[in-house]
């Protein structure tokens, strides 16, 4: 059921603007509490400042880039709400000096970006996009195509959130050993003793994979470069579906290309979209365009959860 909305019969009082497309049900939520709601998608700069006079409210995905300049000349703003994890497409610093609440839904995303990080892993190991192509093409390589399990392998996560802890339960489905590193966590989460926690470095050097799973900012951008590369085994696969810019992508264009690293599956990229990037030509590398969160049911869970933050929001704040 939908948190209490205004009065019946009241017009009004409240304008929302949905800045990147929203799962319907999240649309009719914010309606149904007595909001106004624009929908504008694909908006940025000027363009957003415009569509923002007199809203109250913005709600986004990680299209809309809510900046510094945005976040000053939206003088009703009082909220803005992010339909997924992470915040590094709002300007956070410039939210609080205004005073507007900054809200995320971390958790709904969490399950199938964790499946993708599997899935990633799966086919880089038994060669499905290559194999698949061919077959398409008429070609039957099932000799050329040898591939390796994932049972018995060390995974290890860097960084132990809720997107890492999902991956880390379906990894141990897979018979396979998790370490896993995160130096911010108050403590060891109840249940995941059987995951050993283990120093960045030792983490580096011990894993079959690496998954990363931390959010971009200025402790982690590049924090995955030369020396950490430089750690790991020669065997070992990079897997990252966090953000494009904790990797160092020149320096493992480099591990990859003089056989330093095994090979490496990118859900994410520095720059998105990341245009003829020399990584998508390596026979090494599987890549995906930002599909972590890509789910029906990921979508619906962010976009209700992003809603219900807005609306309890402005009731707080009394807007």
């Known amino acids: 059921m939908p948190p209490p909305g205004r009065a019946a019969g009241r017009a ?5 603007l949905v800045g990147d497309p929203l799962d319907r049900g999240a649309i009719e939520r914010l309606r149904a509490a007595g ?3 624009i929908e504008r998608s ?3 700069g000027a363009e957003l400042i415009k569509a923002l006079e007199g809203c109250h409210a913005l709600l986004v995905r990680g ?5 510094g300049e945005v976040l000053r000349a939206a003088r009703k703003l009082k909220v803005v709400a992010r339909a997924g994890t992470g915040l590094d497409n709002v300007d956070v610093a410039a939210a609080k000096e205004r005073g507007i609440a900054v809200l995320s839904t971390p958790a709904a995303n969490a399950v199938s970006v964790a499946e993708l990080v599997i899935a990633l892993m799966l086919a880089l190991e038994r060669h499905l996009v290559p194999a698949a192509a061919d077959l398409r093409r008429g070609r039957w390589e099932k000799t050329r195509y040898m591939g390796r399990e ?3 392998r060390r995974l290890g996560l860097a960084g132990f959130g809720r997107i890492a802890r999902e991956v880390a339960q379906r990894a141990r489905s897979f018979e396979m050993e998790v370490w896993a590193s995160d130096p911010l966590l108050p403590q060891w989460p ?3 003793d059987w995951v050993r926690s283990a120093g960045l470095d030792e983490l580096l050097a011990g894993s079959d994979f690496l998954s990363l799973h931390v959010p971009l900012g200025p402790g982690t951008r590049g ?4 020396r950490e590369l430089g750690l790991m085994r020669r065997e070992a696969v990079l897997v990252n579906a966090a953000r494009g810019g904790v990797v160092d992508e020149d320096a493992l264009l480099a591990a990859l290309k003089e056989g330093r690293l095994r090979g ?3 859900d994410v990229f520095a720059t998105e979209p990341p245009g003829e990037h020399p990584l998508l030509e390596l026979p090494n590398v599987i890549a995906t365009p930002h599909l972590g969160a890509s789910t029906l049911e990921a979508q619906r869970r962010a976009g209700l959860e992003a809603a219900d933050l807005v609306i309890q929001a402005l009731l707080a704040l009394e807007v």
Request: aromatic residues 4%; hydrophobic residues 50%.
């Open 150 to 152: 994932l049972s018995g």
């Open 63 to 67: 299209a809309t880039k809510v900046t």
């Open 190 to 192: 109840a249940g995941f």
């Open 12 to 16: 009004p009082a409240v304008k929302i």
């Open 223 to 226: 924090m995955i470069g030369p």
């Open 42 to 44: 694909g908006l940025q």
């Open 264 to 266: 490496a599956a990118l």
């Open 35 to 37: 909001h106004e709601v």
